[in-house]
């Protein structure tokens, strides 16, 4: 079982430029969630989904934008990429809530 | 406003020293406490769940135990192997549903 995939692992963008990560999950979980992981900061979440179709906003939202257009899949968007959006990027999954998430390895971003 | 704090922030130790991790918090009603290990370059691993004072888990090298104020991992004998990032969680019901609250981790190194 592969568990929670992302891609891409890493990525260099530029300032303004676009870009979607993508993660899949092979458990059936129905909770999906977007972290980031900055030095210093600890893991922060971004946005999380309780089910196909929904999302809603974290603790960091601001220029992000997500889809849960299928149970397995969650996509994380930049619309114009920020240098203060470097960082890595986790997604992981879970059966509910106070449920440990599983975690994918991450994706390593790079906003020049 | 809950929190939750690890110390110390890095841990040096020869192999076959033990030693003990703390993650202390203050939150309104524990619903449980997470223990993860997060290797260079990889998403966090789930490694113990404690629910209440009192609960003691273990797995191998590694012994979690839970009061009502702190978390404790012990580490006895480590081996290099066990050269990780440790991280404790709780979920945060009171915000985000399903948000897990991480401390900013414990870096352990394991020397031979």
């Known amino acids: 079982n592969a568990g929670v995939t992302q891609t891409p692992k890493f990525r260099v963008l530029k300032t303004g430029q676009s870009m979607t990560l993508l993660c899949a999950q092979d458990m059936n979980h129905e909770y999906m969630y977007w972290y980031r992981q900055d030095p210093g900061m600890g893991l922060r979440l971004i946005h999380y989904s309780v089910g196909e179709g929904t999302t809603a906003k974290g603790e960091v939202p601001d220029g992000y934008n997500v889809s849960r257009l299928k149970k397995q899949n969650f996509l994380l968007g930049l619309e114009s990429a920020a240098p203060s959006q470097t960082s890595v990027y986790f997604c992981?999954?879970?059966f509910g809530t106070g449920v440990p998430p599983h975690f994918g390895d991450g994706t390593r971003l790079s906003i020049l | 406003e809950d929190q939750v704090t690890q110390s110390p922030e890095a841990l040096r130790l020869q192999e076959g020293e033990s030693s003990s991790l703390n993650c202390s918090y203050t939150v309104s009603g524990l619903r449980g406490l997470f223990w993860y290990r997060q290797d260079p370059g990889k998403g966090p691993e789930f490694l113990f769940t404690?629910?209440?004072a009192g609960e003691e888990k273990e797995k191998e090298r590694l012994k979690a135990t839970l009061t009502k104020k702190e978390s404790f991992l012990h580490i006895t004998a480590p081996k290099p192997e066990d050269s990780a990032t440790y991280l404790c969680?709780?979920?945060?019901?009171?915000?985000?549903?399903?948000?897990?609250?991480f401390g900013k981790g414990t870096k352990l190194s394991v020397k031979p």
């Open positions: 969680a709780f979920p945060n019901y009171g915000g985000s549903q399903g948000n897990l609250i």
């Open positions: 992981a999954s879970s």
């Open positions: 404690l629910y209440s």
